[in-house]
Nanobody, 120 residues
Framework: QVQLVESGGGLVQPGGSLRLSCAAS????????MGWYRQAPGKQREVVAT???????NYADSVQGRFTISRDNAKNTVYLQMNSLKPEDTAVYYC??????????????WGQGTQVTVSS
């Protein structure tokens, strides 16, 4: 079983920056792809950025050029550096990770979410 613990959310002014972190712990053979999703009030959860275990990345068009996803495989941790934040980036940000169990099963795991609020 995998536990994902996010940190780094908070209140920031427009144009500011935040860095989110998500550490995976528990019992698993390996962590595969990881990613960040977000859900604003009244909206569906959407993908923000993903990164494979090999470091290949993908971004939503809305954050391309402003957000950077990275990971430390030794620490099973994924990061999201968010720059030039806009009010429309306000949402609960969720960490997601694909994992492989010792039995060879593939699992998908979610963190509890961290609030990011962009407001003056």
């Amino acid at each position: 079983q995998v536990q994902l613990v996010e940190s780094g959310g908070g209140l920031v002014q427009p144009g500011g920056s935040l860095r989110l972190s998500c550490a995976a712990s528990g019992t698993f053979l390996r962590i595969n792809a990881m990613g960040w999703y977000r859900q604003a009030p009244g909206k569906q959860r959407e993908v923000v950025a993903t990164i494979t275990s090999g470091g290949s990345t993908n971004y939503a068009d809305s954050v391309q050029g402003r957000f950077t996803i990275s990971r430390d495989n030794a620490k099973n941790t994924v990061y999201l550096q968010m720059n030039s934040l806009k009010p429309e980036d306000t949402a609960v940000y969720y960490c997601n990770a694909d994992s492989t169990t010792f039995s060879g099963y593939f699992m998908n795991n979610w963190g509890q979410g961290t609030q990011v609020t962009v407001s003056s």
